[in-house]
């Protein structure tokens, strides 16, 4: 798990301030945590693209009043039209204390199947998972390898230690499809099972 370092700057709350925020290339947020009161915080618009234009699981360290706030991104607000970040929020996190996030899935391997010609489908690209946001791993990969014609990896076939995984189990993270017209459909092979 990696951390990013954000130096933020206090702020008044309001929407006229965050405006005036914006237009000097400054996003406005504010950090949320259990038994805190919230902190209103401004960061350059360009310090948020390693934390929000990434497909890994970060933590962040915001600095700001003299404090150094451990958190991480809990939702980013965009502008409709013009996709540019308005707004921020961070969830504040301890150690030892589970935390609901998602974290990318990584397809590794080449799958039998695809030697002998079937088609690889990658269907969730980040799992819902409660987690020690210390230990938070950055990804998880989905080893692949053995992965034949007409069969799947659901989330039940995940294991990372202190991961918990909250989508369904019998969902679908990878399947391996036969060519068209050729043979049983990965609804018919036999799920979760590997060759």
Known sequence: MSQITLAAEP??????????????????GVYYAKGQDPVH???PTLSLRPVVYTAEAKTVRLEVAGKALQCIVKEVTFDPVTDKILHID???????NKIAVKIPLHVVGLAVGVREGGTLEHIIHK????????????HI???VTNLGRGQAIHVRDLNVPGVEFT???DAVVVACHNP???GASTEEATPGKKK
């Open 90 to 96: 961070m969830l504040g996190i301890v150690a030892g």
């Open 11 to 28: 702020r008044v709350p309001g929407q006229s301030a965050a405006k005036a925020l914006r237009h000097e290339g400054h996003t406005p």
């Open 167 to 169: 989508d369904r189990p």
């Open 41 to 43: 915080f401004s960061v």
């Open 141 to 143: 990969d989905v080893d």
């Open 180 to 182: 068209k017209g050729g």
């Open 127 to 138: 799992a819902h998972v409660k987690v020690d946001p210390t230990t938070m791993p950055e």
